[in-house]
């Protein structure tokens, strides 16, 4: 019985074999942020390797949207689409569309090949962007209005004076790190 259980220890590791493994390269899409005022999205793409990280074509790549939250639908109205990789390896999840909530979410991507297995996250947000790109609501910032509100007010000031002094030489004021300096007046009809 001794020298069957060696046998058995010496073959089965001699007939077993462990089966290559697949990669999942994210090409696009990672960290996009979609915007759901205007219903645009970054597609989502990735890469199918091998071992050797070489592309795989012909694996069939599942892009899976999250069942409820943030997340969106594909061009069919599906959560999930499949897709087959082409001669560079890559698939692409056209259609994709984000829903109207905002925040995070991920979008699970698995690939199959001749029994070899792989999946990934692609982590995204949707947002409500202004057609700029930047977030809605966030208009121009409290300490721009602030500086420019000080500036108008410094340069009024100084005209003011410049034409209400009685001095022949222009008034020029001083803020920390900004100079204004207001011209010689003069009133007349257009040219």
Request: proline share 5%.
């Given at each position: 019985?001794?020298?069957?259980?060696?046998?058995?220890?010496?073959?089965?590791?001699?007939?077993?074999?462990v089966?290559?493994?697949?990669?999942?390269?994210?090409?696009?899409?990672?960290?996009?942020?979609?915007?759901?005022?205007?219903?645009?999205?970054?597609?989502?793409?990735?890469?199918?390797?091998d071992?050797?990280?070489?592309?795989?074509?012909?694996?069939?790549?599942?892009?899976?949207?999250?069942?409820?939250?943030?997340?969106?639908?594909?061009?069919?109205?599906?959560?999930?689409?499949?897709?087959?990789?082409?001669?560079?390896?890559?698939?692409?999840?056209r259609?994709?569309?984000?829903?109207?909530?905002?925040?995070?979410?991920?979008?699970?991507?698995?690939?199959?090949?001749?029994?070899?297995?792989?999946?990934?996250?692609?982590?995204?947000?949707?947002?409500?962007?202004?057609?700029?790109?930047?977030?809605?609501?966030?208009?121009?910032?409290?300490?721009?209005?602030?500086?420019?509100?000080?500036?108008?007010?410094?340069?009024?000031?100084?005209?003011?004076?410049a034409?209400?002094?009685?001095?022949?030489?222009?008034?020029?004021?001083?803020?920390?790190?900004?100079?204004?300096?207001?011209?010689?007046g003069?009133?007349?009809?257009?040219?």
């Open positions: 019985m001794r020298y069957l259980s060696l046998l058995l220890a010496l073959w089965i590791p001699a007939t077993a074999q089966a290559p493994m697949l990669n999942l390269v994210v090409l696009e899409g990672e960290g996009a942020t979609n915007n759901i005022r205007q219903r645009t999205a970054r597609e989502p793409i990735v890469q199918v390797q071992e050797n990280h070489k592309p795989v074509a012909g694996a069939i790549v599942v892009f899976t949207l999250p069942s409820n939250g943030a997340g969106g639908v594909f061009a069919n109205g599906a959560r999930t689409l499949s897709m087959v990789s082409d001669n560079q390896g890559q698939a692409v999840a259609g994709f569309r984000p829903n109207g909530l905002k925040g995070q979410f991920k979008i699970r991507v698995n690939a199959s090949h001749q029994g070899r297995t792989a999946s990934t996250d692609i982590n995204q947000t949707n947002a409500a962007l202004a057609a700029s790109g930047a977030a809605a609501g966030a208009g121009v910032s409290a300490k721009l209005i602030a500086v420019l509100a000080v500036v108008g007010a410094a340069a009024a000031g100084g005209a003011y004076y034409t209400h002094s009685g001095s022949a030489t222009p008034a020029a004021i001083t803020l920390p790190g900004t100079t204004i300096a207001a011209g010689s003069s009133v007349g009809p257009p040219r």
